[in-house]
């Protein structure tokens, strides 16, 4: 029992080295005798609360989406009422100030530890049992081993050099002496792609309850890590990327393979904007793998509602009073949906001039990404955005733009007022488009006679994005939009493909919080950082000081709590923390 209790405390013991004697000097309560631990209503129970804790432990300044920490990339602005607001993570998006004792350098990594110790406490009772008496044992194992998983990658893009925390029956004082150098980066990502492989190996094709994960998801998320582990920062003494690992490319096209996600029956949606609808008959559609499950009218005061999205909504006058007008989309990304008379993007012209309704062809899905002056909010043309504090509380120092993937249509029924403003919108953690274009890059790195098929799949997210206009058909006659997007044809070299997927990654996945984590991935990150700062510089005084410093900014530092409690176990990231 005492390792049972350890378990649930995981977070809390890796920031406190006397979790032992804290643990020995309570009184117990009550007890649980072997024969209830093998009841499989209280295992359930266990499995229920580790996929319950991805809801109740994320908070809107640390939400499980990310996107508190993709205020980094050149997609968003932190928003809010200025640079004060939410100090921390101005922070962060100028790469500037970032303290190891700032209390979002260390919430996060807590709150991921508590939702990976839920996983194992489930995982120490699941080991135990018989499966003659509980036949689902193995598949229960597999969701839990995903979840520990998920949390693990997590941490791994935002911190690097993280605690492993993937034997649930380790003792406390082995815990205690757990270090987040036991791996090397390589060696701790394949640490991650083994969950996701005892999970691919054990789940069904298809799930009656939709959030636990199929076996098309845990083949989504083994690519994803193969992708990541692909772009070796092996070296500890820098985040350089020094090599591309052609089997953890191959990896990813076997684990990418169309046969693996028909037969869950997934596919891409025929509109982009049905993957961001509360409404029920689009929830958990054939796009989206996985997604956090959230609900209303579930019994509870305000449901089980997404309030980590609450600081994101705007701040409409007897409507969404209090609405905090957070992550804003940046005017580069605005210009990135800017396409040339082919329908294809400006790649490296794109930023030379902000985009101009009367004169620019526009890929459409920026009218499903951005809320923007002179359009409805929301689609609803009861809420006519325009250039006043209603659409900026910064009064225009972070510009007028709104992200409309987060937020929901003020007159609906799924806008929901409890602490902060909530909505019962499903949050999809993996969907199809993304393992699209996983797959295309690979095959592009891969270069071994597959650059067609690699196009063919960044243009069957280009082609569903021309059809993209459920919401928005009215759009050029009512307001002058010139939609123009279109497939690429011909022949193209690696470079070429590479510099097509790397931009269509940007534009479907906007706002989505993929995009920082994707420079970082691609080594990237100084260079396209430090050019859109200069750029930025020159009409936004939020930038003034921006500065990325490589080998340091990629990832946040260990925060210092937990190296202090670390018993000297913990060594801090590169970069003169």
């Known amino acids: 029992m005492r390792n049972l209790l350890y378990a649930t405390v995981l977070g809390f013991a890796l920031a406190c080295s006397g979790c032992s004697s804290f643990l020995e000097d309570q009184v117990p309560q009550g007890t649980i005798d072997n024969e209830q631990l093998q009841n499989p209503a209280y295992v359930d129970n266990l499995v229920i609360s580790a996929y319950a804790v991805w809801i109740s432990a994320e908070d809107i300044n640390s939400s499980f989406s990310m996107w508190n ?303 923007m002056p002179g359009f409805p909010y929301e689609f609803n043309k009861n809420y006519m955005m325009d250039k006043s504090s209603t659409w900026s509380r910064s009064n225009g120092l972070y510009g007028y733009y709104v992200t409309l993937k987060h937020n929901v249509d003020p007159d609906g029924d799924y806008l929901i007022k409890g602490g902060w403003w909530g909505s019962p919108m499903n949050h999809i953690v993996l969907r199809y488009s993304d393992v699209l274009l996983m797959r295309a890059e690979a095959l592009i790195q891969l270069n071994d006679g597959r650059l067609n098929e690699a196009i063919s799949l960044i243009n069957e997210v280009r082609n569903r994005a021309g059809q993209s206009t459920t919401m928005i058909a009215d759009y050029p006659a009512a307001y002058g939009v010139t939609f123009y997007v279109k497939p690429y044809t011909g022949t193209y070299t690696k470079d070429e493909a590479l510099k097509m997927l790397k931009f269509e990654r940007r534009v479907e996945l906007a706002m989505e919080s993929d995009r920082f984590f994707d420079l970082v991935r691609w080594g990237e990150a100084d260079q396209v950082l430090n050019k859109y700062y200069a750029e930025e510089a020159d009409n936004c005084a939020i930038y003034s000081n921006a500065s990325f410093t490589k080998n340091k900014n990629e990832y946040l530092p260990i925060p210092f709590a937990q190296i202090s409690a670390s018993n000297g176990n913990y060594t801090q990231n590169c970069g003169g923390w």
């Open 69 to 371: 920490y993709d205020v980094r990339s050149d997609d968003a602005y932190k928003g809010g009422n200025g640079t004060e607001d939410g100090d921390v993570f101005h922070a962060l998006e100028i790469s500037q100030g970032v303290m190891t004792t700032a209390w979002n350098i260390s919430d996060m990594w807590q709150r991921l530890y508590n939702c990976i110790s839920r996983a194992n406490t489930a995982l120490q009772l699941l080991n135990q049992l018989d499966e003659n008496t509980y036949p689902l044992k193995q598949q229960r194992i597999a969701e839990m081993k995903f979840l520990r998983g998920h949390g693990h990658f997590l941490l791994k893009q935002l911190y690097k050099h993280i605690v492993l925390a993937n034997d649930e029956n380790l003792t406390p004082e082995e815990y205690n002496n757990l270090s987040n150098t036991t791996y090397t980066n390589d060696e701790s990502w394949q640490q991650i792609a083994n969950d996701f492989q005892f999970a691919y190996d054990n789940l069904p094709d298809t799930q009656a309850d939709k959030g636990r994960p199929t076996r098309a998801a845990a083949a989504a998320y083994l690519a994803k890590t193969y992708l990541y582990k692909a772009y070796r920062q092996d070296n500890p003494e820098n985040n350089e990327v020094t090599s591309i690992s052609t089997e953890d490319l191959a990896k990813v096209v076997q684990y990418t393979e169309k046969s693996i996600m028909s037969a869950g029956g997934y596919d891409l949606e025929a509109d982009s904007h049905n993957n961001f609808r509360p409404e029920p008959q689009y929830e958990n559609g054939c796009e989206s793998l996985w997604a956090m499950q959230y609900s209303m009218n579930d019994g509870t005061n305000n449901g089980n509602c997404n309030w980590s999205f609450g600081l994101i909504v705007p701040n409409i006058p007897g409507v969404t009073d209090g609405g905090c007008d957070f992550y804003k989309p940046s005017q580069n990304l605005v210009n990135a949906f800017r396409t040339d008379m082919d329908g294809h993007p400006l790649f490296d012209t794109f930023n030379n001039s902000d985009y101009d309704i009367t004169t620019d062809n526009v890929d459409p899905r920026l009218f499903l990404t951005v809320g």
